[in-house]
Every structure is written in structure tokens, then in C-alpha cells.
């Protein structure tokens, strides 16, 4: 079963950047996508951004992501970014990374981002 472990949350005023890593157990290619997913109190699970087909090369976002969200991986490290610009105060909220496979879904245990204004 893969493992994924998140690092790089923290606090940042508006506008700041914040770049959020996603180290799997094993190679990421084992995966058919990974991508990023956010969970603010109260709210619904959303996807941020996502990378799947051959080799994990394309990406995928919601409208509302693009521009200011950016995933990216280093396959020597088995690790999957997210470069997250300009950030604002609603983008608070635990981000999971997640490893889909035909068979089960695999998620990290979240970090947690706070955008102050």
C-alpha cells in the first residue's frame, strides 16, 4: 500500500507562497493520479490540482485554481508539489495529498495552510 506524507504548511500573510510536498513510499508511477485536495472547517473535501495519465505528465485544475495553483513532481524523488501564489485567507484549510489506483485511493495525513490578511 503506498504512503504519502506532507510537508511544507505553515502560516503566510496574503499574497505570500507557499510550496507543499507530497513524498510517496513508493514510486509515484504506481499511481493512475495524484493530486492535492483541501479541506477547510465545515466545508467539503475540494480538489486543487491533479496530475494523471502516462506518466503522471498531464495536469489538471478547477477554473478557479488556475493561475495561482501549480503541480509539479521530481520522479527521482518520488514526490509530488504543489506551488501555491498569492495566496489569499480562503485558501485556509488542511491540503491532502492523494495517490488513486484502479483499486483504492491512498491520502496523506494533511497539512495544515492559514493565510492571514
Known amino acids: 500500500q503506498v504512503q504519502l506524507v506532507e510537508s511544507g504548511g505553515g502560516l503566510v500573510q496574503a499574497g505570500g507562497s507557499l510550496r507543499l510536498s507530497c513524498t510517496a513510499s513508493?514510486?509515484?508511477?504506481?499511481?493512475?493520479?495524484m493530486g492535492w485536495y483541501r479541506q477547510a472547517p465545515g466545508k467539503q473535501r475540494e480538489l486543487v490540482a491533479e496530475?494523471?495519465?502516462?506518466?503522471?505528465?498531464?495536469?489538471n485544475y478547477p477554473d478557479s485554481m488556475k493561475g495561482r495553483f501549480t503541480i509539479s513532481k521530481d520522479d527521482t524523488k518520488n514526490t509530488v508539489y504543489l506551488q501555491m501564489d498569492s495566496l489569499k485567507p480562503e485558501d485556509t484549510a488542511v491540503y491532502y495529498c492523494?495517490?488513486?489506483?484502479?483499486?483504492?485511493?491512498?491520502w496523506g495525513q494533511g497539512t495544515q495552510v492559514t493565510v492571514s490578511s
Open positions: 496530475i494523471s495519465g502516462p506518466l503522471l505528465s498531464r495536469p
Open positions: 492523494n495517490a488513486k489506483t484502479p483499486s483504492r485511493s491512498a
Open positions: 513508493g514510486s509515484i508511477f504506481s499511481a493512475n493520479a
